[in-house]
């Protein structure tokens, strides 16, 4: 659903490389006015992130004296951290009736990202414009209102859900990713120095690296990969369960 919402942009990958790109000026220029000191780069790196799935959803960004900046990082971090613990009421539901501090913070997480993206498709429905959509939640929108009234059609709980699980599956996956890509690249002159030098080579420093380059950077491709095989995305698997029970071959 998310996939053929963002064909509705008339822009296909052009506008998440757009968004993306911008997102990392705005990266650089933080990380450079923190040079010579001591950061926390999980803060940094998951608000870029952030920013660029917030952009993609609803077009908006956050900047770091926000006042619903921090809220929103805290949130996402909370569904993140009870959700990729392996905890024994995964296994057994019905232990769900019994005190747990972690599915309180769950719910308490979820209830907050589902009024803040509540609010966010209310704005959107106010500001519609049929046929020009800025982002997946109009996308989703106009998906909507072409439906024919059938049980295929796309729902309210559809559109939120779905802006929901681009939350999920993109944040923490992505900012996970750049920090042990970070963590295991080896500094200059080796590692990050030699795929500076593959940049500058390939792209220049007048404009930033576009997805048509790909092709071109063979050594930064392999970091990515080989990252990717030493760690996961995510420290484990979301717990999951079949909604139906279902058989094969009889």
């Known amino acids: 659903l998310v996939h053929n919402s963002f064909t509705l942009f008339g822009e296909g990958s052009g506008k998440l490389q757009t968004i993306v790109q911008e997102a990392a000026d705005s990266l650089c220029e933080e990380l450079q006015a923190c040079r010579g000191q001591s950061s926390d780069l999980s803060v940094v790196l998951m608000r870029a992130?952030?920013?660029?799935?917030?952009?993609?959803?609803?077009?908006?960004?956050?900047?770091?004296?926000d006042p619903e900046c921090r809220p929103a990082l805290h949130l996402y971090d909370g569904i993140d951290q009870t959700i990729a613990g392996r905890r024994l009421v995964d296994i057994f539901p019905w232990l769900r009736i019994f005190p747990n501090k972690d599915l309180?913070?769950?719910?308490?997480?979820?209830?907050?990202?589902?009024?803040?993206?509540?609010?966010?498709?209310?704005?959107?429905?106010?500001?519609?414009?049929?046929?020009?959509?800025?982002?997946?939640?109009?996308?989703?929108?106009?998906?909507?209102?072409?439906?024919?009234?059938?049980?295929?059609?796309?729902?309210?709980?559809?559109?939120?859900?779905?802006?929901?699980?681009?939350?999920?599956?993109?944040?923490?996956?992505?900012?996970?990713?750049?920090?042990?890509?970070?963590?295991?690249?080896?500094?200059?002159?080796?590692?990050?120095?030699?795929?500076?030098?593959?940049?500058?080579?390939?792209?220049?420093?007048?404009?930033?690296?576009?997805?048509?380059?790909r092709p071109h950077l063979p050594l930064l491709e392999c970091v990515g990969q080989a990252r990717m095989r030493i760690r996961p995305v995510s420290p484990h698997l979301i717990p999951h369960v079949a909604m139906q029970d279902t058989s094969l071959g009889g």
């Open 104 to 213: 309180k913070r769950l719910k308490e997480c979820v209830s907050i990202r589902d009024q803040l993206l509540h609010r966010k498709l209310l704005e959107h429905k106010k500001t519609l414009t049929p046929g020009e959509p800025r982002d997946l939640l109009d996308a989703l929108l106009i998906g909507q209102q072409r439906g024919s009234g059938g049980a295929d059609d796309i729902t309210e709980d559809h559109v939120l859900m779905t802006a929901a699980e681009a939350f999920g599956a993109g944040v923490e996956t992505t900012s996970t990713t750049l920090l042990w890509t970070i963590a295991f690249t080896p500094a200059p002159p080796t590692g990050a120095g030699a795929c500076s030098s593959e940049l500058d080579e390939c792209v220049g420093q007048a404009r930033a690296p576009s997805l048509d380059a």
């Open 49 to 65: 992130v952030t920013n660029v799935i917030c952009r993609l959803v609803f077009s908006s960004s956050y900047q770091p004296s």
